[in-house]
């Protein structure tokens, strides 16, 4: 059994002066580190990853795993016995540490020789709290978790859950992911942290400053992703719209861009190979009209945008520090319409921040129920460590944070079906998943209708022009194949 009673935490000045570091100092730390890796062969190991959370997790779980092949571990299945599983978290996500119990439990089950590393966000806010968890054996914060493969012992598990995280100001460089292989889609990761500060939000602390790829590398990696044969890119990012900061950033002084998001999409638009890009998600005052424009007039950039609300109480969105008001908000919505009347537009929306009054939240029903959007995503506030919002006053009753959620879920139910009844007979494309369920697969069209068709191989990961059909019991849309594709 494991006693877990001490961790070694390493001190995150040693990080920063080794990062800072260049030549053979570096080299000597860095073999150094690699110590465990010393004399063991990876060849025939395997190894099993657990993504909890946002999209920009899954491209860089696909990342860490694709290091981990080129070593020579089989990847395996979550539910199958491995050698090493990783699990790879949110800080978003409620209840984090009860979640992360139960995982390294499935896994421990499965193998309890297992080696179990811990990473991402969870493990930079909270590692002393994940390292009391019985059986792992290394966590890893927002700069480490890609030398995973440094700290990882074969050999035997760890006596002690070991940390391996920094200070989140030295989370200051960036490292660029994507998936494939796992989806039709692939998750592009375009830029890394956030400088604004949501009176709500841990993702700064837990991802540190706003910094970004540089637009020729999100575009080899667009070429890399084409080659390998998935046919649409979501781009990915704590904060998209606010690209261009470069790659490393210095430390307090923030440089000036000398890029930005619309000349990414520009660029993009002209990759070869790829059918769809998607823009994942957007603050409203970042999504210009400039950029709105160049997706209407796009072949390639869908009509889907999925852009963060979170009020619809002007007071509210002050105090939590957001940086719009609910005018500029139906403004967007209305260019995105009148531009593109068919385009999907996806909302998230907080309940029960702290102080939210009853006419407020009635205020932000009312004001989502009047615009033209598709589906929300509802969060219920939850208090967290570190953030402004938790020493406010007022705060929501947890019933009442609950059933608020609930009215707004209902109400996007209704949002997304009568969404999908105008989408009725129209022609539009899908893409296919590769998979067959039960003689049936699901796809997406431009403007994000989930449709569903009897199971063809042939038809998988290819544009198919389609004319959608009516609901079916599960909320899909049915639809028919254009006859000329089947012939
Ligand atoms: S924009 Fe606000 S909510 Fe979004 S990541 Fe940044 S601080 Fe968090």
Do not use: W
């Amino acid at each position: 059994m494991y006693n877990k009673t001490s961790v070694l935490k390493r001190g995150a000045k040693s990080f920063v002066a080794r990062k800072k570091l260049r030549g053979g100092l570096l080299l000597f730390l860095s073999l150094l580190e690699i110590h465990y890796l010393c004399g063991m062969s990876a060849e025939g190991k395997t190894v099993a990853f657990h993504t909890l959370g946002c999209k920009l997790n899954f491209s860089e779980t696909s990342t860490i795993a694709r290091l981990f092949q080129e070593k020579g571990y089989l990847k395996k299945d979550f539910s199958q016995p491995a050698d090493v599983y990783v699990i790879n978290t949110c800080s978003v996500t409620e209840n984090a540490d009860k979640e992360c119990k139960s995982i390294v439990k499935n896994a421990l089950a499965l193998n309890p020789d297992a080696f179990i590393a811990v990473v991402g966000c969870y493990a930079q806010l909270k590692p002393e709290q994940i390292s009391n968890i019985e059986g792992v054996d290394v966590v890893l914060g927002a700069t480490e978790k890609f030398r995973l493969l440094n700290y990882i012992n074969l050999s035997s598990k760890n006596e002690h859950a070991v940390i391996h995280n920094c200070e989140i100001s030295e989370a200051d460089f960036f490292v660029d992911s994507y998936s494939v292989g796992d989806r039709t889609r692939s998750f592009l990761k375009v830029q890394d942290g956030c400088d604004y500060s949501c009176t709500f939000c841990t993702i700064p602390l837990a991802r540190g400053k706003s910094r970004s790829d540089t637009i020729e590398n999100v575009i080899a990696n667009a070429n890399k992703i084409a080659q390998s044969g998935v046919k649409e890119i979501v781009l990915t990012g704590v904060n998209i719209g606010d690209f261009g900061y470069g790659r490393d950033i210095d430390g307090e002084e923030k440089k000036r861009k000398e890029y930005n998001f619309f000349d990414l999409i520009k660029e993009l638009d002209e990759v070869q190979g790829i059918e769809r890009f998607r823009i994942s998600s957007i603050e409203p005052n970042l999504l210009k009209d400039e950029i709105i424009k160049f997706v209407s007039a796009s072949e390639r950039f869908v009509p889907h945008f999925h852009i963060p609300l979170q009020s619809g109480s002007n007071r509210v969105l002050k105090v939590m520090k957001r940086r719009y008001q609910k005018e500029l908000y139906t403004e967007r919505i209305k260019t995105i319409k009148q531009l593109m009347p068919d385009c999907c537009i996806g909302v998230d929306v907080i309940v029960g921040f702290p102080g939210e009054t009853e006419a407020e939240f009635r205020e932000t029903y009312d004001f989502i129920n009047g615009l033209d959007v598709s589906y929300l995503h509802v969060f219920t506030y939850s208090e967290r460590d570190n953030t402004e919002a938790i020493s406010l006053a007022d705060p929501v009753p947890v019933a009442e944070r609950k059933k608020r959620n609930k009215m707004l879920r209902i109400l996007s139910a209704k949002k997304l079906r009568s969404f999908y009844e105008s989408q009725r007979a129209k022609e539009l494309t899908v893409i296919f998943e590769n998979e067959n369920k039960n003689g049936l697969m699901y796809g997406f069209t431009e403007n994000y209708v989930k449709v569903k068709y009897p199971y063809y191989k042939e038809l998988c990961n290819v544009p198919v022009n389609i004319i959608i059909g009516d609901f079916d019991e599960d909320g899909n849309m049915t639809c028919v194949v254009r006859e000329h594709l089947l012939a």
